[in-house]
């Protein structure tokens, strides 16, 4: 019959599609969640990194205490790791090697919000006309936007100038600047360059992306003397200055590092040094890429984009469960699916 025909035609385009995922690296348990995707999206195209990392190991090394934070308002209680007391300001602790694995799996996020954290954060010339209005729509719901705005301050296109000489995507950089800075104005003191404590040193010094501000420097002297130091530091003194300055030291330090997208920012598991694995990591909140993929897949489609051509690189480990299994040790069954 015709509609017999027609399912086995769609079979078949299945599989030749499940073909060509495996010849890009993945494993079986990754194609059908990322072949439905692609069904959606068609120009999304996805692309393999393989870390050579066992999964368990890989989990274990980012289970180590004091790496990663999870807030304190997690509902699941097996994503908390009493055993370490370490914490992050803002109610962060230390999360469990269930949480790790969790959010360490990438099959987890395999959804049209959450896919950005592999998107390839490089300067792509075929969003030129839209990325200044994308990335406004990011930052538009922000204190930090809004006081500059009303200083006259043209922050999207800021950032589009400096990201474009870096050769780096302006949405990303307006997605970061939003993880870091937050919504309100907790961070009123890095973005605002009138702080005059410290008689007055660091007045007109800014520092949108929070370097610098580590826990341990954060645990001993706050959030305003560890970014502005860094800001005095790096001679960002100025709007100008302190984005430019922040956007090239990301694209410098992380993109052309092979740290191109969220998740290997926040989980370096592919570094081109092999002396950084598991180091060199940009944020330390479990959820930062999670979140920031969010706000890029907004920007994409407020502006009518999010169906352009896309290419996504996600990692794949050794020996990862053939079905998702993020067990509250964070290991895998026996059942393994080596890519």
């Given at each position: 019959?015709?509609?017999?025909?027609?399912?086995?035609?769609?079979?078949?385009?299945?599989?030749?599609?499940?073909?060509?995922?495996?010849?890009?690296?993945?494993p079986?348990?990754?194609?059908?969640?990322?072949?439905?995707?692609?069904?959606?999206?068609?120009?999304?195209?996805?692309?393999?990194?393989?870390?050579?990392?066992?999964?368990?190991?890989?989990?274990?090394?980012e289970?180590?205490?004091?790496?990663?934070?999870?807030?304190?308002?997690?509902?699941?209680?097996?994503?908390?790791?009493?055993?370490?007391?370490?914490?992050?300001?803002g109610?962060?602790?230390?999360?469990?090697?269930?949480?790790i694995?969790?959010?360490?799996?990438?099959?987890n996020?395999?959804?049209?919000?959450?896919?950005?954290?592999?998107?390839?954060?490089?300067?792509?010339?075929?969003?030129?006309?839209?990325?200044?209005?994308?990335?406004?729509?990011?930052?538009?719901?922000?204190?930090?936007?809004?006081?500059?705005?009303?200083?006259?301050?043209?922050?999207?296109?800021?950032?589009?100038?400096?990201?474009?000489?870096?050769?780096?995507?302006?949405?990303?950089?307006?997605?970061r600047i939003?993880?870091?800075l937050?919504?309100?104005?907790?961070?009123?003191?890095?973005?605002?360059g009138?702080?005059?404590?410290?008689?007055?040193?660091?007045y007109g010094?800014?520092?949108?992306?929070?370097?610098?501000?580590?826990?341990?420097?954060?645990?001993?002297?706050?959030?305003?003397?560890?970014?502005?130091?860094?800001?005095?530091?790096?001679?960002?003194k100025?709007?100008?200055?302190?984005?430019?300055?922040?956007?090239?030291?990301?694209?410098?330090?992380?993109?052309n590092?092979?740290?191109?997208?969220?998740?290997?920012?926040?989980?370096?598991?592919?570094?081109?040094?092999?002396?950084?694995?598991?180091?060199h990591?940009?944020?330390?909140?479990?959820?930062?890429a999670?979140?920031?993929?969010?706000?890029?897949?907004?920007?994409?489609?407020?502006?009518?984009?999010?169906?352009?051509?896309?290419?996504?690189?996600?990692?794949?480990?050794?020996?990862?469960?053939?079905?998702?299994?993020?067990?509250?040790?964070g290991?895998?069954?026996?059942?393994?699916?080596?890519?």
């Amino acid at each position: 019959s015709e509609t017999a025909t027609k399912d086995y035609q769609e079979k078949e385009k299945l599989e030749d599609y499940y073909k060509l995922l495996r010849e890009r690296n993945f494993p079986d348990s990754y194609l059908t969640y990322l072949a439905e995707i692609h069904a959606r999206h068609p120009n999304w195209q996805f692309q393999g990194i393989n870390t050579n990392l066992d999964w368990s190991y890989a989990v274990m090394r980012e289970s180590n205490c004091g790496v990663n934070y999870i807030t304190n308002k997690t509902y699941d209680k097996e994503f908390f790791d009493t055993s370490c007391t370490k914490t992050s300001p803002g109610n962060y602790v230390a999360p469990s090697q269930k949480a790790i694995a969790y959010y360490m799996d990438p099959r987890n996020f395999f959804t049209e919000k959450y896919i950005f954290q592999f998107l390839n954060q490089a300067y792509d010339s075929a969003f030129e006309n839209t990325y200044v209005s994308s990335t406004k729509s990011i930052m538009s719901n922000s204190e930090f936007y809004k006081y500059h705005t009303n200083l006259g301050n043209n922050l999207e296109n800021l950032v589009f100038t400096y990201s474009k000489n870096n050769q780096v995507s302006p949405i990303f950089i307006g997605s970061r600047i939003t993880q870091e800075l937050g919504r309100k104005t907790s961070l009123y003191n890095l973005y605002s360059g009138v702080y005059t404590g410290f008689e007055n040193k660091y007045y007109g010094y800014m520092n949108f992306f929070n370097f610098g501000v580590s826990d341990s420097c954060v645990a001993q002297y706050g959030s305003t003397y560890c970014g502005l130091e860094y800001a005095l530091k790096s001679g960002w003194k100025g709007i100008d200055a302190a984005l430019n300055g922040g956007i090239t030291k990301i694209a410098k330090n992380y993109i052309n590092e092979g740290q191109y997208t969220g998740y290997l920012q926040k989980y370096n598991v592919v570094p081109n040094n092999s002396s950084l694995i598991f180091n060199h990591q940009y944020m330390t909140a479990v959820d930062a890429a999670v979140n920031e993929s969010k706000l890029n897949y907004s920007a994409y489609e407020a502006n009518n984009i999010v169906d352009s051509y896309f290419v996504f690189k996600v990692p794949v480990y050794k020996n990862m469960s053939a079905t998702i299994n993020n067990s509250n040790s964070g290991a895998v069954d026996s059942n393994n699916n080596t890519p």
